[in-house]
């Protein structure tokens, strides 16, 4: 046994386990401090590393970490990653005080979440889940399967990544993050996510109003052609009502009204028009 | 039908699976494609589980946890409204329709452990004291356990009675405009779900590709796949054209840059 190097170093193993463990991040989130608990959680590995049991160093590395924390679910991998490299940094003696660690954390967060929350759930996970709806509306397996595999292979494979990659750049991440990188890449998903909607509220809707305009007697044949409001809604533009209802409801979010009482009005709507007549599948 | 001892207890696992997927928010099982599914497997009809999962991810695809905002819980929505279809007897319709109160209700629990959490959080701080990262495992796990348990107990309550002559009389006893107006409405419904994420974008000035996706998809026939392919196309082309992101070609393009500046100044 030599006293070669006092040199702690993480090890490969221990950021397996700050990955395997993020993946319960949310598991004890509530109101006060968010995620706060499940960052230590997803820590713990490198605490057990970097500080002796018993320490006064371990102590304070557990109130560090046990501060208030919220970001999108998946970005916390490469902020986790920094504060690893921070943490081993800090434990060989590099003068990074309590400040210098929450703060990147604090002010990673708020931009982190940004890109996060419009490509995973606005871009990502609809557009997985409307291709496996698709194909579980006639009972396929392939459906809930595919959703499934893709979105877990890219959530695994960003976090991982996330995580490795955070810890090979330690603090020097912000600088990286004044590139456009970001913004690219919330601009391009925020694009493709828009697009997809568009198309969803043409395709994925079904509002018919079969009330009847007009009855023709061809005088030819003696065969009556009927026009209901639709054919005429559809002549102009297929899926203009439900364009309108979106609309209605970008609207209504905007106002602050819970989705929950836009669905249960639309539900009414659903059984006075069905009762009355003039709306069908 | 006949739910034996087995498929209750399996039941209450894919609840139990459901309910912390639903909190964590990382392996999808809460998701109706996924949670649906899995009760339609351990029912014996994963046919039907999985043609409401379906339908029922249509109307969830929007519901998302963004910052401290929480969503409409698809977690019990899905669980509760697959039972009462497969075991229950239900047709699917009603199932979805029964889905939507149940989502409000999974919300207002979920609400409610996130609250008694924050105990499990001030419990954190005492391993500051004493340094015990056993106690921090313990509680973290164990907060998730009770988001787990929102769903199982619920579940279990509703796989167990669900064959009871009370319940049966209550569910059949809805009248049919009541369903057939909620399956008209499901059409409908589904766009609050994109309303919620076109919302989340924040990107007003990004709605021209919104028109784009809804004028190709009203005039062709493209599947998703196709959608998506062209959607990722046009993604790229933008940002490799626009401007704001080739200042430097511009800048050692000419000698001319200071009024580029101007230009950039207005803009702004």
């Keep these: 046994m030599g006293t070669i190097s006092n040199e702690k170093k993480l090890t490969k193993r221990d950021l397996f386990g700050v990955f395997v463990r993020s993946n319960l991040f949310q598991g004890s989130w509530n109101f006060e401090r968010m995620q706060a608990l499940g960052y230590q959680f997803s820590m713990i590995p490198a605490i057990k590393r970097l500080y002796p049991e018993g320490s006064e160093e371990r102590k304070q590395a557990i109130k560090r ?8 679910p998946f970005v ?4 986790l990653g ?4 921070m943490e081993e940094q800090r434990a060989n003696g590099a003068p990074i005080d309590d400040a210098a660690i929450n703060g990147i954390k604090v002010g990673l967060m708020g931009p982190l979440a940004g890109v996060g929350d419009p490509i995973f759930w606005g871009t990502a996970r609809p557009i997985f889940a409307a291709l496996g709806a698709s194909i579980a509306m006639s009972g396929n397996i392939l459906g809930p399967l595919l959703f499934f595999v893709l979105f877990n292979a890219v959530r695994l494979g960003f976090r991982w990544w996330g995580i490795s990659y955070g810890y090979s750049k330690g603090s020097d991440v912000v600088s990286d993050m ?3 990188l970001l913004q690219k890449l919330t601009e391009g998903s925020s694009i493709l996510g828009l697009f997809i909607m568009g198309a969803l509220v043409n395709k994925w809707t079904s509002i018919n109003v079969p009330l009847v305009v007009s009855r023709i007697k061809s005088t030819d044949t003696g065969k009556i052609t009927t026009t209901t409001v639709q054919d005429i809604l559809d002549q102009l533009m297929p899926g203009l009502l439900p364009l309108a209802f979106t609309f209605g409801c970008m609207w209504l979010l905007k106002k602050k009204v819970s989705p929950l009482w836009i669905i249960l009005a639309i539900f009414v709507i659903g059984i006075i028009g069905y009762w009355g007549g003039f709306l069908s599948k | 039908m006949d739910v034996n001892i087995v498929q209750t207890i399996l039941v209450f696992i894919v609840a139990c699976i459901s309910g912390m997927g639903s909190i964590l928010d990382e392996f999808q099982t809460h998701r109706p494609l996924i949670a649906c599914t899995l009760i339609g497997l351990v029912l014996g009809d994963i046919k039907t589980g999985i043609i409401i999962g379906g339908t029922l991810e249509m109307i969830a695809l929007g519901w998302m946890n963004i910052g401290a905002a929480v969503a409409p819980d698809s977690a019990l929505a899905s669980i509760i ?19 939507v109160p149940l989502a409000a209700a999974g919300q207002v629990l979920t609400i409610l452990v996130r609250s008694i959490t924050v105990a499990f959080q001030h419990g954190a701080d005492k ?9 921090l495992d313990i509680l973290h796990i164990t907060a998730l356990l009770l988001q787990a348990m929102r769903i199982a107990i619920p579940a279990l309550i509703v796989i167990v009675t669900v064959g009871t002559s009370a ?12 369903t057939g107006g909620l399956n008209v409405a499901g059409g409908i419904i589904v766009v609050v779900g994109y309303a919620m994420v076109i919302n989340m974008m924040q990107a007003p000035y990004l709605m021209p590709f919104f028109f784009l996706g809804f004028v190709v998809a009203a005039f062709t026939d493209f599947n998703l796949v196709a959608l998506g392919v062209i959607g990722l196309v046009i993604a790229i082309v933008y940002i490799q054209l626009n401007p704001k992101y080739n200042k430097v070609v511009v ?14 100044d207005e803009l702004d």
Excluded: C, W, Y
Aim: net charge negative; hydrophobic share 40%; proline share 3%.
């Design chain 1, 65 to 72: 970490h046990n501060e208030f924390f919220n970001t999108h």
């Design chain 1, 76 to 79: 916390a991998a490469p902020i």
């Design chain 1, 82 to 85: 920094v504060n690893l490299a």
């Design chain 1, 178 to 180: 004044g590139g456009n």
């Design chain 2, 81 to 99: 409204s697959t039972i009462l279809v497969i075991a229950g007897g239900q047709d699917i319709g009603a199932g979805i329709a029964l889905a």
């Design chain 2, 127 to 135: 391993s500051a004291l004493d340094g015990n990262l056993k106690r």
């Design chain 2, 167 to 178: 319940v049966q009389d209550m569910l059949n006893g809805i009248p049919d405009v009541v």
């Design chain 2, 251 to 264: 800048a050692t393009n000419s000698g001319s840059s200071g009024t580029d500046d101007d230009l950039d």
